[in-house]
């Protein structure tokens, strides 16, 4: 059974900061990876997607990684922005592309 | 784009009632999934629907049911409520390979 952690569960950090989340997964075998971003009481905002055959994709100050054969993804925020604060949620896609799988998430706390 | 749009946002339904929540797929997308998200966790793959047929389910009982129209659009019904179905409920519609786009949600709270 796929399992995906997110690690840390809470982060705190001071406006301008670069940062780093973790996500690891329990089963390589993966369609695609997907990072979502989640607001207080709101929905999910995709962020960044990974396809299999990929292992990497940027936007603006986001990149996130794929490592299917460690079953790892980073997110990377640069410069951090009060704005940025939000829960950011990882999802691997089972690899009949009919479900993700989520962790719990990291909830994101950027002072200014 | 028109996004993807749930209805209603809020509701509140008394244990042992039926609900049916809406959702109206991004145009040009053929799959629409349903998870449902209790406070401080991730989200739960309830099923999803691929041209009008349910191809995939996870652990939820029967009393979870979904419809999908030839629009794209869709509903989740849930029959004899309990307490613990209060959660945020999240439609999302896809592409296969391309990622997936979610609603905003509709909170259900069950007394």
């Known amino acids: 059974k796929q399992e995906v952690t997110q690690i840390p569960a809470a982060l705190s950090v001071p406006e301008g900061e670069n940062l780093v989340l973790n996500c690891s997964f329990t089963?390589?075998?993966?369609?695609?990876l997907q990072w979502f971003r989640q607001d207080p009481g709101k929905g999910l905002t995709s962020l960044l997607l990974i396809q299999s055959s990929q292992r990497e994709q940027t936007s603006g100050r986001l990149n996130a990684s794929l490592d299917k054969s460690s079953g790892r993804s980073t997110l990377y925020i640069a410069a951090s922005q009060p704005g940025d604060s939000a829960t950011y949620l990882c999802?691997?896609?089972?690899?009949?592309?009919?479900?993700?799988?989520f962790g719990k998430g990291t909830t994101l706390s950027v002072s200014s | 784009e028109t996004g993807v749009t749930q209805s209603p946002t809020h509701l509140i339904k008394t244990r042992g009632q039926q609900v049916t929540l809406r959702c109206s797929s991004q145009s040009g997308h053929n799959t629409v999934s349903w998870y449902q998200q209790a406070l401080g966790q991730g989200p739960q793959f309830i099923f999803q629907y691929y041209r009008e047929e349910e191809n995939g389910r996870g652990n939820f009982p029967p009393r979870f049911s979904g419809l999908q129209f030839p629009n794209y659009s869709s509903e989740l019904n849930v029959n004899a409520l309990e307490l613990d179905d209060s959660a945020l409920y999240l439609c999302a519609s896809s592409v296969a390979g391309y990622g997936y786009t979610f609603g905003s949600g509709t909170r259900l709270t069950v007394v």
């Open positions: 089963d390589s075998a993966i369609y695609n």
């Open positions: 999802a691997v896609e089972n690899q009949a592309g009919t479900a993700l799988i």
